[in-house]
């Protein structure tokens, strides 16, 4: 059987981690790391995640700021709120929730962020940054991913990365560290041809393509460490459950570690939001964050 990956306690220790090193801030350079958060509409899972993040960043010690607006909001307003907190110098780090209604164009507004402010690593300039090896605010889903795949495997150097999805927030991302840490990255997708045939080629697998339990056991090579993003809700036996991107019963028979869902990536994203704030708020301010 499988090792689990204990996402959560890893977060939690990143999240004391960070505390103590805002309280340093705080007292060595008087500077109260800030975070506003802005989500459009009323889905019912960005809701609790803003929530959810307002909590964690309040906890550690961090200004937090929620704005809410209306579902019909124009691109017009919305890019009007991003102009001010841009602006803002309490402000060190802007989110903006995703999904964002049909009738924003999303990669608008994510561009008309400060890019120094931009603690979700979304902006162009970020994502250049990231692909050129350059010092960049980097998506948190993924760097959670590579943290727990280094907490288990230690150095990456050398393994077959497998990455079954391509999106610009988990996928994409995701394979660039992955590089950086000298894996051999193959990034794979829902219309890949035989996806089991290349999954059984990795040392390490990252599932991040969103369709409940599709990664099999027998897609897997024996004792291959598996990192499921996916977070699914699903109706079985008349309940309603979440589940990831793998078939945990079948995956953890052939696995050597793998993240439970809930409790392994999910965590980890709001963390590593909370380190990117206070990295941007010391980049603002012109000192190097304390370690963390
Ligand atoms: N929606 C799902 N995941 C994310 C994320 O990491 N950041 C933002 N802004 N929206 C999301």
Redesign the pocket.
């Known amino acids: 059987m499988a090792k689990l990956i204990d996402g959560k306690a890893f977060a939690a220790g990143l999240r004391t981690r960070i505390a103590k090193a805002v309280s340093e801030v705080k007292a060595k350079h008087n500077l109260t790391p800030g975070l506003a958060v802005v989500l459009v509409g009323d889905d019912p899972a ?1 809701r609790v ?1 803003v929530a959810n993040k307002a909590k964690q960043t309040l906890e550690v010690g961090m200004n937090s700021w929620e704005h809410k607006l209306p579902a019909d909001t124009s691109e017009q307003a919305l890019l009007a709120l991003v102009k001010k907190l841009n602006a803002d110098s309490s402000v060190h780090g802007i ?5 964002l209604p049909q009738h924003i164009d999303a990669a608008k507004v994510l561009n008309a962020l400060d890019p120094a402010k931009d603690v ?1 690593g ?1 902006h162009v300039v970020n994502v250049g940054r990231l692909s050129t090896g350059q010092e960049a605010l980097t ?3 993924p760097v959670g991913c590579v943290m727990l795949a280094k907490n288990t495997l230690g150095d990456l150097t050398g393994l077959n990365a497998v990455v079954i999805g391509r999106s610009n ?1 988990v996928g994409k991302p995701v394979a660039q560290l992955l590089l950086a840490e000298n894996c051999t990255v193959t990034i794979a997708h829902s219309k890949s041809q035989d996806l089991p045939a290349i999954t059984r080629r990795a040392d390490l697998v990252i599932a991040a393509v969103g369709r409940p339990e599709m990664v099999k056991g027998d897609w897997l090579k024996p004792g291959a460490t598996v990192i499921d993003v996916g977070i699914n809700r699903i109706e079985r036996n008349g309940k309603s459950l979440l589940v990831g991107d793998c078939d945990f019963a079948s995956c953890e028979k052939v696995a050597g570690a793998i993240t439970p869902v809930p409790g392994g990536v999910g965590p980890m ?1 709001i963390a590593c ?1 909370l380190q990117n704030t206070l990295k941007a708020a010391c980049a603002i301010a012109g000192f190097a964050p304390p370690h963390m």
């Open positions: 960005s995640y989110l903006v929730q995703m999904p979700d979304f998506a948190c889903t927030i994203t939001l």
